[in-house]
Structure formats: structure tokens, C-alpha cells
T-cell receptor, first 116, second 115 residues
Framework: QQQVKQSPQSLIVQKGGISIINCAYENTAFDYFPWYQQFPGKGPALLIAIRPDVSEKKEGRFTISFNKSAKQFSLHIMDSQPGDSATYFCAASNSAGGTSYGKLTFGQGTILTVHP | DAGVIQSPRHEVTEMGQEVTLRCKPISGHDYLFWYRQTMMRGLELLIYFNNNVPIDDSGMPEDRFSAKMPNASFSTLKIQPSEPRDSAVYFC?????????????FGDGTRLSIL
């Protein structure tokens, strides 16, 4: 019930195209859904995050869409650029406190390659 | 402000040796997390601390692994004795709790190879 399932494992997109990565979760107590971006040799870095009281959040070319009833959320990268090539992780956590606070459960990651 | 600092960046050692990984969190952050990343298992949370106190160590794989946080600016993850299956990238992350859901800031990791 703590799993977050991410797909696809890898994605190849042409420059200017739209990249879409999907995640699904089971634990209805999750109330915070961040996306992290990781470049080779670096640690993951927070890209964008959403809480379930909104269905969409946009920051520049990056948008999270959230479907609470389906327990799914996705990352859309508009006008994808070669510099976006990285591994993307979705994650989820429960902010109810106690030992579960801040404990992120990560998806398996998606390797995105954007061809010039 | 400096980010999370991990050392060493790379460690190669022989099976059976003791390995110590080090982490300096961002100043003022009161949560510290240790993760392990492998191709097979992805990013796994090993243990996390709040105000230097271990809160949840349920992800620590076995007794060979131990973690300490003697003060707010330093933490160690120790493996003794090390085994080839411990080879992975180990990340430390820290966060600051103001309200809820503060982002975790990751270091650049320690790439550990056990021969």
C-alpha cells in the first residue's frame, strides 16, 4: 500500500515535443506529491509539487495533473528541450505527523531523453 | 548557502571492510534522511532523523548498517562488514519543517563499490 508505481521506465521525445510521465498510488493518506529531477552524478532535486486540493499546478514548462479519484498524477513537460534529459521521480508522502512525516515514497524513475 | 555535503564522493573497498559515509546537512535543517539508490530497487529510504534523534530506521537492511547523528551538522552511515550487494549510490538529504511538506534537499551522493 506504500508503493508508488511510475511509468514509463524510459521515454524518448523530440525537441519541442511533450513528455508525459505517469504515477499511481494506493495509500489514500498520501497528501503531498512532489516530482524530482536527477542528472547523472547528482542527487535528485525538487522540480514541482502538488497537494490533492488542486487538480493541476503549472510552473513554466512543467505541469502536474492530479486525479484524486483515480489516485493518479502525472508530469507534463511542454516544449521539451535536450537540457531536460534526466531521470524523473515521482514521490508521495503523508503529512499526518509521527513517524510518517516527511517520509517520501519514490516511484522507480523514468529516464527521459530529448533528441535535438 | 552550501547545499548538503557528502563525503567521500566515491569509495571502493574490499568485502569485509568497514565503510563510513559522511553527511553535513544544510544549516538550520532539522530533518536528515539517508537513502540508497540502485538500478534494481530505485531510491530507498534507509533511516531518518529529527533534531538528531532517529525517528524511523525500518529501511535499514540489516544489522551491518548503522547511522548516527551526533550533532545538528553531521551524520554518518556505517556498514560493517561490507558486502558486494551493498554497492550502490548513497544519498543524504535534509529538510526544514515549517508547516508541512518542506522539500528535501539531496547531496550529490557517495558511489560505493564493494569488491
Amino acid at each position: 500500500q506504500q508503493q508508488v508505481k511510475q511509468s514509463p521506465q524510459s521515454l524518448i521525445v523530440q525537441k519541442g515535443g511533450i513528455s508525459i510521465i505517469n504515477c499511481a498510488y494506493e495509500n489514500t493518506a498520501f497528501d503531498y506529491f512532489p516530482w524530482y529531477q536527477q542528472f547523472p552524478g547528482k542527487g535528485p532535486a525538487l522540480l514541482i509539487a502538488i497537494r490533492p486540493d488542486v487538480s493541476e499546478k503549472k510552473e513554466g514548462r512543467f505541469t502536474i495533473s492530479f486525479n484524486k479519484s483515480a489516485k493518479q498524477f502525472s508530469l507534463h513537460i511542454m516544449d521539451s528541450q535536450p537540457g531536460d534529459s534526466a531521470t524523473y521521480f515521482c514521490a508521495a508522502s503523508n503529512s499526518a505527523g509521527g513517524t510518517s512525516y516527511g517520509k517520501l515514497t519514490f516511484g522507480q524513475g523514468t529516464i527521459l531523453t530529448v533528441h535535438p | 548557502d552550501a547545499g548538503v555535503i557528502q563525503s567521500p564522493r566515491h569509495e571502493v573497498t574490499e568485502m569485509g571492510q568497514e565503510v563510513t559515509l559522511r553527511c553535513k546537512p544544510i544549516s538550520g535543517h532539522d530533518y536528515l534522511f539517508w537513502y540508497r539508490q540502485t538500478m534494481m530497487r530505485g531510491l530507498e529510504l534507509l533511516i531518518y532523523f529529527n533534531n538528531n534523534v532517529p525517528i524511523d530506521d525500518s529501511g535499514m537492511p540489516e544489522d551491518r548498517f548503522s547511522a548516527k547523528m551526533p550533532n545538528a551538522s553531521f551524520s554518518t552511515l556505517k556498514i560493517q562488514p561490507s558486502e558486494p550487494r551493498d554497492s550502490a549510490v548513497y544519498f543524504c538529504a535534509s529538510s526544514f519543517r515549517v508547516g508541512t511538506n518542506q522539500p528535501q534537499h539531496f547531496g550529490d551522493g557517495t558511489r560505493l563499490s564493494i569488491l
